[in-house]
């Protein structure tokens, strides 16, 4: 098993930046894929951004230009950095975990989630 400890949301303005940080441990040696979902009001749990174990990145297309993800092996820790943060970023915020080098629905690994919230 794989546990994920997220931390680092807050409220912010707009246009501010927070950094969130997902703290892997248990079975981390068979963890691959890492990335970041949000859930907002009202709304489904979609995939905001993730990293392969060899670095490949994606990016929704709301969050690109303002969001990079990075992982540190050494430390078990997957970070997200938001920037130019906008009211329609606000959600709780699961980090996730995959064994595989994508993330398939029925396999993934959640943290507890932290929220977000963008005030205009």
């Known amino acids: 098993q794989v546990q994920l400890v997220e931390s680092g949301g807050g409220l912010v303005q707009a246009g501010g930046s927070l950094r969130l940080s997902c703290v892997a441990s248990?079975?981390?040696?068979?963890?691959?894929?890492m990335g970041w979902y949000r859930q907002g009001p009202g709304k489904g749990r979609e995939q905001v951004t993730s990293?392969?174990?060899?670095?490949?990145?994606y990016y929704a297309d709301a969050v690109k230009g303002r969001f990079t993800i990075s992982r540190d092996n050494a430390k078990n820790t997957l970070y997200l950095q938001m920037n130019s943060l906008k009211p329609e970023d606000t959600a709780m915020y699961y980090c996730?975990?995959?064994?595989?080098?994508?993330?398939?629905?029925?396999?993934?690994?959640w943290g507890q989630g932290t929220q977000v919230t963008v005030s205009s």
């Open positions: 248990g079975s981390i040696f068979s963890i691959s894929a």
């Open positions: 996730a975990a995959s064994r595989r080098d994508y993330f398939r629905s029925d396999d993934i690994y």
């Open positions: 990293i392969s174990s060899s670095g490949w990145t």
